[in-house]
């Protein structure tokens, strides 16, 4: 079997998915691979991710991915969640097809933008962590799929 059956329970039945539409941050990415896309949306309390939300246009490990990763973040502090990896995230999902590897980055990145938007919303200082290629403001002026 090419997909854990773990990637194919999150596939079939991706948690989280949607928007929040006051959302406390918003991130989207681009994968420049493939060109497909990920918006992720979270509501942060006191340092807190209380609820988040993903919307893709992306293949099924794109999907199976994100799903995984909003559970890994739900309830964290987002000092926690900035740290997820996409590495991480796919061992949770008992792994990925290598050629598939590309797809996970999405998750870690769109994350990682809604983190910085969220900061950045504050008026707070954008973490060097956090800090994409072109910082997630859609210039479209790299390669990094913004
Ligand atoms: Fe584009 Fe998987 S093929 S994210």
Redesign the pocket.
């Known amino acids: 079997m090419l997909y854990s059956e773990k990637v194919m329970d999150h596939f079939e039945h991706p948690r989280n998915v949607g928007e929040i539409t006051n959302a406390d941050g918003v991130g989207q990415v681009g994968?420049p691979?493939?060109?497909?896309i990920m918006k992720m949306y979270l509501k942060i309390n006191n340092g807190v991710i209380t609820d988040v939300k993903f919307k893709t246009f992306?293949?099924?490990?794109?999907i199976a991915t994100s799903s995984m990763a909003t559970e890994l973040i739900k309830g964290k502090p987002i000092e926690e969640a900035a740290k997820l990896t996409n590495a991480a995230v796919v061992e949770a999902l008992d792994g990925l097809p290598g050629y598939?590897m590309?797809?996970s980055v999405?998750a870690e990145e769109a994350i990682k933008a809604a983190l910085a938007d969220y900061h950045r919303r504050r008026g707070e200082e954008v973490p060097e962590e956090l800090r994409l290629p072109c910082d997630g403001e859609e210039h479209g002026c790299c390669s990094c799929g913004h």
């Not at 691979?33 to 497909?36: I, R, V, Y």
């Not at 992306?58 to 794109?62: D, E, Y």
């Open positions: 994968n691979k493939c060109g497909d992306g293949c099924g490990s794109a598939k590309h797809c999405l």
